[in-house]
């Protein structure tokens, strides 16, 4: 139903924003909560309503919900060594469930991960994305949790003015998903009562390594970025020290260990993907957007 109205919640951020923008070209009626109003009207389409809240108050994020369909969360967990005593995507999105019960909106849809079902590992944030997941399935609200792979937009965020960093990675194959693709499987989903009480893994139309995948994502950006491998030393050490290395490290370790036992197919009917990396690489060329600033 192309009528539908969404709150999004995270619609600035670097898979909400190619997200909202997709949800908006298919006709959705997208309200957003923000913290700054004055950037996401700036950064997000016309069509969008921006209304301001934060997930710690009870009272903006009832007054957002009120009128909508469902709402949408694209939340990001603390980049910490552990668990802080706030975490906008698990603490976030507990506070949306209780609103949501509230304000009686019937559906909830959330970014996850892919990988945090298959890993035993003791990384806090695969816990916690574990056990919210795990919260919404045995509420009595509809969820929908999307748990993507490696998406196309961490590639333009690997650029560090005129260098593409690579990070020492396997050459397992990942099936990278483009931002966009994922926005066409969240309104597929919003659409159809199928989806709901469901957990869907999101892959992209091709498997790539890591390293092939900056080598074509840099091969369009040819005139602009220069190649620069990470040592697996550098992270192993700045691990130590530097928690947004140890996140990296734990990302990948995660990753590598599940990658083999996830589902190689999208194991859904929602929108077939269809971007590339020469695609994704390509529209932010002719967008003339340097790829760190593809984000912002």
């Known amino acids: 139903m192309s009528d539908q109205r969404v709150l999004v919640i995270g619609a600035t951020g670097l898979i909400g924003r190619p997200v909202t923008e997709q949800l908006v070209k298919e006709g959705i ?48 967990n603390a980049m910490t060594f552990s668990r802080p005593a706030w975490d906008a995507d698990a603490d976030g999105t507990l506070a949306v469930l209780a609103a949501v019960r509230r304000t ?13 079902a298959e890993t035993n590992g003791d990384w806090w944030v695969a816990r916690v994305k574990r056990d919210v997941d795990q919260a919404l399935l045995d509420s009595d609200v509809a969820s929908t949790i999307f748990r993507p792979t490696w998406l196309m937009e961490s590639l333009a965020v690997s650029a560090v003015g005129p260098f593409l960093v690579t990070l020492p990675a396997p ?34 139309p091709e498997g790539v390594s890591m390293r092939d995948a900056c080598r074509r994502f840099r091969r369009v950006w040819r005139r602009y970025l220069l190649a620069a491998p990470m040592p697996g030393v550098v992270v192993t050490l700045g691990a130590k020290f530097v ?19 996830a589902p190689r197919a999208n194991g859904h009917d929602l929108h077939e993907p269809t971007m590339t990396i020469e695609d994704f690489a390509t ?14």
Not at 105 to 110: D, M, N
Not at 179 to 193: C, I, K, Y
Not at 243 to 261: F, H, W
Not at 288 to 293: A, E, G, N, S
């Open 171 to 204: 050459d397992d194959p990942l099936c990278w998903l483009a931002g966009e693709d994922l926005g066409r499987q969240v309104a597929a989903a919003l659409r159809t009562r199928d989806s709901e009480n469901v957990v869907y893994v999101n892959q992209g």
């Open 243 to 261: 928690p947004q290395l140890a996140y990296v490290k734990a990302l990948l370790r995660m990753t590598y260990e599940t990658v083999d036992r």
């Open 104 to 116: 009686g909106v019937p559906r909830l849809l959330r970014l996850s991960a892919m990988g945090i």
């Open 29 to 76: 009626t997208v309200r957003v909560l923000a913290r700054r109003p004055r950037r996401a009207r700036a950064v997000l389409p016309d069509r969008c309503e921006v209304v301001p809240g934060d997930l710690r108050d009870e009272a903006s994020l009832d007054a957002a919900l009120r009128g909508m369909d469902a709402v949408y969360l694209s939340l990001a």
């Open 283 to 296: 529209k932010l060329l002719d967008q003339r957007l340097y790829p760190v600033k593809s984000t912002r």
